[in-house]
């Protein structure tokens, strides 16, 4: 997807930023002072969960978008281009490396691209600090410290089986759980195990409690596991609502991803946390609770536009002062409702 009506062609040196995540690729052309002027978006471009060549022509896309929408001469116009790559890991392997630059390149992306870890550009998403801690908690969790805004340690990001303490499918887990424990005990059903019952068992309503159990233990065990993450939300809204279960959810995802960023930071340190994800940006609950834990000990900001954490990134290899937060807001502002997140 990109955004229609071309931009005129441009004045000065241009920088792109791209964040490639596992969902969603989104690309950002921009100019030093971070005036956007091309936006694009594709899938999820991570070479490890979406296999190298999905992830190389879903990257070409995005890239080639927002140059595209950027208007005549971009491309001559670049002059630093940042991406942050979900799996940016499988570079190690040279073919894998290759294949990536390849995609850059057929996009129309002449000079050497830096290649990061989108944790690094969710980091300077929130803040133009060079050091701190990034929290991602979406489908999975990961906290990762930031020194000279590069990953130095993390914490969790184990994935669903043995780790990702707090994140979406850690929560919808246990969403599962205490709705279908709920109904074998013959409770009457709160708003959270009503919840997850019209979400997974929409047929379930006229079973028997122990039945309905069962019947949602089935239709759970039946669906790929990653898709309890979907259960998420629900919590979110039951905890409002004032169900208990849903409460002790939220509380509990809380401390533990209090817990990976205490784990990665020294005792005593007053650097950022930025905190960035679906589950920290969407559910009211958990973030509130997080924020509780946190803020006594660190500042604690949010995440904005990830692609344009990507594209300051860039800037600052074309020349831009790192101290500048005039020009890194510009940069990270949330995308406009016409032209969707970022």
Not at 282 to 307: D, F, M, N
């Amino acid at each position: 997807m990109t955004n229609p009506h071309p931009s005129p062609s441009p004045s000065g040196p241009l920088v792109l930023g791209v964040d490639a995540g596992g969902t969603r690729t989104r690309a950002l052309v921009a100019t030093l002072s971070g005036h956007r002027l091309g936006e694009a978006f594709s899938e999820g471009a991570n070479p490890n969960s979406h296999g190298v060549e999905p992830a190389a022509q879903r990257m070409t896309e995005a890239v080639a978008g927002a140059l595209d929408r950027a208007g005549p001469g971009a491309r001559q116009a670049l002059a630093a281009t940042a991406v942050g790559l979900a799996g940016v890991s499988a570079l190690a392997e040279e073919a894998v490396r290759a294949r990536m630059e390849t995609a850059l390149g057929q996009a129309g992306v002449e000079a050497d691209a830096v290649f990061t870890g989108d944790d690094e550009v969710a980091f300077a998403s929130g803040t133009c600090e060079p050091d701190g801690v990034v929290l991602i908690a979406g489908t999975g969790a990961i906290a990762a410290r930031m020194q000279e805004r590069a990953r130095t340690r993390v914490a969790d990001g184990l994935g669903w089986l043995v780790g990702d303490a707090g994140s979406g499918f850690w929560i919808g887990h246990r969403a599962a759980r205490a709705g279908a424990r709920q109904l074998m005990a013959g409770h009457e059903a709160g708003p959270l195990t009503r919840a997850v019952v019209a979400h997974a068992l929409p047929e379930g309503e006229a079973l028997a409690p122990r039945e309905r159990a069962r019947a949602l233990a089935r239709a759970l065990t039946a669906a790929p596991p990653i898709d309890l993450a979907e259960l998420a939300p629900l919590v979110s809204r039951a905890c409002e609502q004032g169900d208990a279960s849903a409460a002790h959810i939220v509380a509990r995802a809380a401390e533990h991803l209090a817990g990976s960023v205490r784990s990665v930071r020294e005792s005593g340190e007053r650097t950022p946390v930025v905190l960035a994800g679906g589950v920290l940006a969407h559910s009211g609950p958990v973030r509130a609770a997080l924020v509780r834990e946190l803020s006594p000990e660190a500042p604690v900001v949010t995440a904005g536009c990830t692609a344009g954490g990507a594209a300051w990134t860039a800037a600052l290899r074309a020349g831009l002062s790192p101290g500048d937060r005039h020009t890194h807001a510009a940069f990270t502002q949330p995308s406009s409702p016409e032209h969707g997140p970022v």
